[in-house]
Every structure is written in C-alpha cells, then in structure tokens.
C-alpha cells in the first residue's frame, strides 16, 4: 500500500472516478489522495461521491494551487447501499 498518490489524468466523470475507485484501493487509510484541476465539474463530481459516500476528507494546501488533497478514512468505509447519498 502507498502512503499518497496524485492523479492528474483524464477530466472525463468516469474515467476520473474509476482512478479515483483504484486509488482509494491502493492507498492506506488514513493516507492522501492528492488530484489536479478539482475545479472542473466533471473531476469535483467524482470527488464528491468519496467525500458523501466513503468519508474523504479535504485537506487544505496552503499555497495557491490547481490541486486538492483529500484524506482518506480509517478504518477504510464500506457504505452499505442503504446509506447511499446522491452527489451529483
């Protein structure tokens, strides 16, 4: 398991949630997912259904920058179906 990844790959919703998918597989908990151009509204999409739905937390870069980081749970989340929240 990694500690951090950074993705600056495709702005297509799906592909970006499928990196997004695989990324939260690879790396540890409580560890960082760092991605770039966040503000395209296909990238914030896929990043809000991990932030509603799987507990990613933002965390702040202080500097002025394109990329956003998120912190990912621990223990690792599981939401059951039941629990689903839209983020569209």
Known sequence: M???AC???????????VD???LGELVRPSGLVILDDCQW???ATAVR???LNVGWR???IVAST???????PEPRVDS??????PFG
């Open 49 to 51: 259904y991990f932030e």
């Open 41 to 43: 509204p296909s990238v």
């Open 20 to 22: 997004l998918y695989f």
């Open 66 to 72: 394109r990329l956003s980081a998120y912190r990912l």
């Open 80 to 85: 059951p179906c039941e629990d689903f929240q």
């Open 2 to 4: 990694a500690d951090a």
């Open 58 to 60: 933002p965390v702040t």
């Open 7 to 17: 993705v600056d790959g495709s702005h297509v919703f799906h592909n970006v949630f």
